[in-house]
Each structure stands twice: as C-alpha cells, then as structure tokens.
C-alpha cells in the first residue's frame, strides 16, 4: 500500500486527527500514515498551497494526499480525487486543488458523499481512503468516476510587477517567525536582471543583498534568502523577524479585495526595487 499524507487546517487540540488515521487504518491497513501538518491558519488556502506544493514534490509517485482544508466552506456533496505528476491528491472542492496543481490537473473526478451518510470529516476520509484503496490495487482514476474538468477553480496569488520592481504578499509564517513570501527565485532572477535591488517590507527596513543561510550574517541581523522551496523569506539570524517588525500573515479578505497592490495593507506586502 502507498504513503498517504495528512494537511490539515484541525490543530492537535482533540481527537480528531488520531480518529482520522485509526479510520484510514481500517480501510487501509497496509497503508502508511504520515502527517505534512495540521497547523494551516483556518481559511487561509495560499498558505496551505505553499506547504502542500512544497512538501508533495517530496514524495514518491504514487503517494495520495489527503489535505483537509476549509473542508465545509459550502455544504458537501463530493469530494475531489486527482491525479498530478504521478501522485495522487483528495481534498474538497473548494479551490485548493488548481492551486496546488498551478491550474487544472492532469485528471480528476467527483466522489459523491452518499446521500443518507452525515455531511462530516469521517465521511469524506471514508470515500478517499476507498478511492486510494482501489487506486493502489491497479484500478485507473477512471474507473472510479468520470473524468471532469468542472469544478471549482482559484487562481494563485502572484507577485505585482513592473519594469523596476516586483511587490509580494506574505503567505507563511513559520514556527521561528520568519516571514515567507510569493516570489520565487525564478521570479525574482526575471525581474532583476543582475540589478542592484533594495527589498522594501516595512517603511524604515531594507535589505539589499541576498543571503545564502542565516550564518551569513551576525545575530540578531535582518536578511534575505531563498528558502529551500525557492521562495523568498524574510529573517532575522536568531530572531523572530515578524514579530519584531511586525509582520502579519495573509487575510482571507484579502482574495475579495480588488487586485492591485495598492488595495494591500503596506506592512503584508514586500516590495523589491531594481536599480
């Protein structure tokens, strides 16, 4: 039986994630459980996509992964199984999978939640462990549903860009307070063009080099660097850079709100210029 993978947005405060994996064991004994985490900030899908897209590409072909995300954000009536680059991903269609997959994946179907079955946690972890059950025995995605392309569709948040600067939101937060923003390596070397630059991400703070580690610098000293999924973090060398600064997170309002960089608070934001 293949690894099956846990994101979810539940915490560690109850029982439910331990109820979860002795229900995947019933249906899957042979499987391996792993968690990615259950720390996602409730709502907030492009931090889940940063952390699922990051760790998957981690994961051997055929690894499922069940992310549990927002997972009642409208009433349930079937769930989502995907196949993309050789792996597989079940979650609610609410968005998140063309996020991860970076638009539509290469196949998908709709599982219906049984009419007379509640509309809860365990009954959606029930179809996805039976769909990954059939999966792994040799059975095709097709085979378990038809093949559809109309679900629900949410576009990643992408950096702003000009011909001298390229302007990011913060999406992550992590355990030490360093603060992880949507610009890429690849982004960031497209708009550079070997320029000076200056990262702008509060008034009064800028940074103009790129570190390589956080020992590049001495403690206690802000940096740049790209983080081992290649996205661009702000840090402090055994510092908390977001609380210090006072950095926030990304806000689900903030996917209501008109694009546009100037509809974002300034301090979610960070700005590089090119010189």
């Known amino acids: 039986m293949s690894i099956i993978t846990l994101t979810s947005d539940i915490g560690m405060q109850d029982y439910l994630v331990g109820a979860i994996k002795g229900q995947l064991w019933q249906y899957c004994p042979e499987c391996h459980v792993t968690d990615i985490t259950h720390h ?3 709502f907030n899908l492009p931090q889940a996509t940063y952390i699922c897209k990051s760790a998957f590409a981690y994961f051997p072909l055929g690894t499922f992964h069940f992310v549990l995300i927002n997972l009642f954000d409208k009433r349930p009536d079937h769930v989502l199984i995907a196949e993309h680059n050789g792996q597989y991903i079940g979650c609610a269609d609410n968005g998140l999978l063309t996020m991860i997959a970076g638009g539509m994946p290469e196949k998908v179907i709709k599982l219906p939640l049984p009419p007379d079955a509640p509309k809860n946690t365990f009954t ?3 179809l996805m462990a ?7 025995r040799g059975k095709a995605l ?6 559809t392309q109309q679900i629900h569709v949410k576009n990643n948040l992408q950096p702003l860009v000009g011909d ?4 990011g939101q913060i999406i992550h937060i992590d355990s030490f307070e360093n603060v992880v923003v949507n610009i890429t390596r690849q982004q960031f070397d497209i708009q550079c063009k070997k320029r000076k630059f200056r990262i702008f991400f509060r008034r009064d703070e800028v940074i103009s080099q790129i570190s390589e580690t956080y020992a590049d610098v001495p403690e206690g000293t802000k940096l740049a660097l790209f983080n081992a999924a290649g996205y661009l973090e702000i840090a402090i060398n055994k510092g908390n850079a977001a609380g210090l600064f006072g950095l926030q997170g990304f806000r689900r309002d903030q996917l209501t709100q008109p694009t546009g960089y100037q509809q974002l608070s300034y301090y979610q934001t960070v700005r590089i210029i090119f010189q």
């Open 40 to 42: 996602i900030s409730p």
């Open 124 to 126: 959606i972890i029930q």
């Open 130 to 136: 039976s769909a990954a059950r059939e999966l792994s």
């Open 142 to 147: 097709g085979e378990l549903g038809p093949l």
């Open 164 to 167: 001298d600067f390229i302007e």
